[in-house]
């Protein structure tokens, strides 16, 4: 039952090499945000039943807030959740960036076997990969300054109860956006295999070979 639907993938695939990869990365991508969807919770819940959750994780103040507070690159205040999401302390950060981190591993292997089908270094596409995740982390963070409140008033003044559990989702999915067009390029260039080594060589070839024809004339192109 599946095998036409593989042979029809892998005719695409050589056709449209690009667009496939592209395809492959948006699946396997979404596949990670469903993942982290379903942990967050678990580990919120986790976090929640401990002390964490009474102690303030506020780093790297940046500017203010329109109200005139001290803005916060990761700000998470001691006590539950508020009304404009502000709130959490150590438990909601130790359960945001577990979560990411669990999904963002099963992503690296996965993008980097099925979609890229690399075979170099594992260690020096490792070491960028998790240096370009620390920087998209810090940025996406960042970002929330502008979204988070406005998402959690809403969400909750629509579903009371269910409210933060709606607004978390919402949240996740624009980190998990923000994240997936950003590490696309930079898996094309961590991730290499032979094959597309050699069929940028290959092109390369064909282009000097070109110039070099253009350069001597038509008497060679003739040749």
Request: proline share 4%; with cysteine; charged share 15%.
């Amino acid at each position: 039952m599946l095998k036409p639907i593989v042979n029809a993938w892998r005719r695409f695939e050589a056709k449209r090499p690009n667009t496939a990869q592209f395809l492959m990365f948006f699946l396997l991508s979404n596949g990670v945000t469903v993942l982290q969807l379903a942990l967050m919770p678990i580990f919120k819940w986790v976090f929640y039943q401990t002390a964490l959750v009474d102690v303030a994780f506020q780093i790297w103040p940046v500017g203010s807030n329109v109200d005139g507070s001290q803005y916060y690159i990761f700000d998470y205040p001691a006590g539950p959740v508020d009304a404009d999401g502000i709130g959490g302390g150590l438990a909601y950060f130790l359960a945001v960036q577990i979560t990411i981190a669990i999904a963002q591993v099963i992503n690296f292997f996965a993008q980097r076997t099925i979609t890229f089908k690399a075979n170099n270094s594992v260690a020096k596409a490792a070491f960028w990969y998790v240096i370009a995740y620390i920087l998209i982390t810090i940025g996406a963070a960042a970002a929330q300054g502008f979204y988070k409140a406005p998402i959690y008033a809403w969400c909750k003044s629509v579903w009371p109860s269910g409210g933060e559990a709606v607004a978390d989702v919402v949240t996740m999915i624009i980190n998990s956006a923000i994240a997936f067009w950003i590490f696309f390029p930079i898996f094309k260039v961590i991730f290499k295999s032979d094959a597309a080594e050699a069929a940028e060589d290959t092109a390369e070839e064909i282009v000097e070979r070109d110039l070099e024809t253009v350069q001597e004339g038509p008497d060679a192109a003739r040749s």
